[in-house]
């Protein structure tokens, strides 16, 4: 349970911990281990730094680096000094991160080691570039931590956060266009916090670990960090996700709950010894981010033999919507389902002109409720398109069935339209992942002179395995509409995703839409 009266804004959650279990870890990164007191006092030390270098309530302060337990309290050192952490995707390029630097303003950047070049790439063409901070590492354009801290106080500062404070920025990820940087504020988190409290996927006791291998700057790593801190958890954190080693720890470190991306537990399934693991500590396992094939969950349960917990939703709402609780995993066709609305929050589904859809009627999933953004930082405009009349337009094409629970088909963007027929990616994906020899696979349309666009799976073979075309064709028309199955099927080595898991249907598709005025047909 999350105390609300102790913890009313995140910043808050490592003073009462520490208050009511100093001597508790709160952090396990490697060998080292941060204990909630020492989380709170390095905490204060950093908000009086950033206060003493000149930044502001509002002010953004940027970190560019992989997962790393300094980040912890540069985050709720940020928040108590009023001012708003921007964390910047570090798998971008150089001139990415120049753009979302610039686009933030950052007064400061904290850097880790493996990014310092990079960082000094991106900031060279920037008119006000922020003061460098090595976060770990050292490098000469760059103050080191320690010495940036210097002897600041332990102590809280005197100016107390407020729930009208922005607390968060992050970036989408930035598929089509460029990256927007949403806007969460303290208010945002306090209802994210009191809706926590009753969705079993976030149930968590103290002492139980919590493994976070989704990026701290993406929300599903920062989301299951803040409610893993908030109620008393220990965190084990992971710099960089393999799957074996993400197997390994769950029984080393006795894990209890996780959060981890469909493709994760893909790839964790395909491990040797996955299947004969020691998973007895382990309660629960999120999962979201991206669509899930039906036969990875239904392996995926029987593997782990824990509570699989589903949520759906956007940066945009701070990670939250819908979720499939663990009993609604084993209701009659509800497995497919990304569940139902959060308590407190609403969803519907919307036509082309925002008007509610019945049961059954294909749309535009929305979510409407505190969680929602406050704004696309310097995007009226985005904000304005996407936010309308309180509700937030997710980009999803979806509909939800007569008890209530709503259903995913893709994003429309992706949406394949062949013969006048519309396709949804995700369903053939998910009709084809069962068959043999497939280890992933991502659906795409491809100009076809009959149709317009015809239905293509790019196809990845498990270890060892020969895949053929005409067996995978056969295989999703067992399974789904002929018009819905793949015309042709290639064999590639891999599949590119985003930090999220979500496949990069853009790059797959540009090679067959090349010279073309329009990436549809």
């Known amino acids: 349970m999350i ?3 102790a913890i009313r804004t995140l910043a808050d959650i490592p003073a009462a911990q520490a208050r009511k279990r100093g001597d508790a870890v709160a952090v396990k990164f490697g060998d080292r281990e941060t204990r909630f007191a020492e989380l709170d006092a390095q905490s204060n030390r950093v908000a009086h730094a950033l206060i003493a270098a000149g930044v502001a309530p509002g002010d953004r302060v940027s970190v560019l680096t992989k997962n790393h337990d300094a980040w912890y309290p540069l985050f709720f050192g940020t928040a108590r000094a009023r001012a708003c952490l921007a964390p910047t995707n570090c798998r971008l390029a150089a001139g990415e991160i120049e753009f979302i630097l610039g686009d933030a303003g950052p007064k400061l950047l904290f850097v880790g080691e493996d990014f310092f070049d990079t960082a000094l790439t991106a900031v060279a063409g920037l008119p006000n570039p922020p003061r460098l901070v090595a976060l770990y590492g050292a490098h000469p354009a760059f103050e080191s931590l320690d010495a940036w801290i210097g002897d600041a106080p332990a102590t809280p500062p005197a100016d107390e956060p407020q729930l009208g404070d922005d607390v968060l920025q992050l970036y989408t990820s930035g598929t089509t266009g460029r990256p927007k940087g949403v806007v969460l504020a303290n208010r945002t988190y ?8 009753e969705i079993d996927g976030f149930a968590y ?13 993406h929300v599903a790593g920062t989301n299951v960090s803040f409610s893993g801190l908030a109620q008393g958890g220990r965190l084990v954190l992971v710099k960089d996700f393999a799957a074996g080693d993400a197997i390994a720890m769950l029984s080393e470190e006795r894990v209890a709950h ?9 790839m964790m399934l395909q491990q040797p010894g996955a299947e004969t693991g020691d998973y007895a500590r382990l309660r629960s396992i999120a999962y979201g981010a991206s669509p899930i094939a039906e036969d990875v969950l239904r392996r995926a349960r029987a593997v782990f033999g824990c509570d699989f917990v589903q949520f ?5 709402s701070a990670g939250g919507g819908s979720y499939l609780s663990p009993a609604a995993h084993d209701l009659p066709g509800k497995l497919t389902s990304c569940g139902q609305p959060w308590p407190g929050a609403e969803m519907a589904i919307l036509d082309g002109e925002g008007r509610p859809l019945g049961d059954g009627e294909i749309g535009e999933i929305a979510i409407r409720g505190d969680i929602v953004m406050k704004e696309y930082w310097n995007r009226p405009e985005a904000t304005v398109e996407t936010v309308v009349d ?3 337009h997710t980009g999803d094409v979806g509909y939800r069935d007569a008890d209530g629970y709503y259903f995913v088909h893709d994003r429309i963007k992706d949406m394949i339209v062949s013969g006048g027929e519309n396709v949804y990616p995700a369903e053939v994906e998910s009709a084809i992942m069962g068959c043999p020899g497939v280890a992933d696979v991502a659906v795409i349309g491809v100009p076809d002179a009959k149709w317009g ?12 395995a020969e895949v053929a075309a005409d067996d995978v064709i056969a295989w999703a028309r067992e399974r789904i509409a002929a ?20 496949v990069l249907r853009r790059e797959l598709r540009a090679p067959y839409w090349e010279g073309r005025d329009r990436a549809v047909g």
């Open 258 to 266: 996780a959060f981890l991306a469909p493709a994760m537990i893909q």
């Open 190 to 197: 306090r209802r994210f916090l009191e809706m926590a409290t």
């Open 390 to 392: 309180g509700w937030l």
């Open 3 to 5: 105390d609300l009266d």
């Open 312 to 316: 759906y939703g956007m940066t945009e």
């Open 205 to 217: 006791d103290e002492d139980e670990t919590v493994m976070i291998v989704m990026p701290l700057f």
């Open 453 to 464: 666009e015809a239905v293509k799976a790019l196809i990845v073979p498990a270890p060892g």
């Open 483 to 502: 018009y819905k199955a793949p015309k042709s099927v290639d064999i590639i080595d891999a599949l590119p995703r985003n930090p999220s898991g979500k």
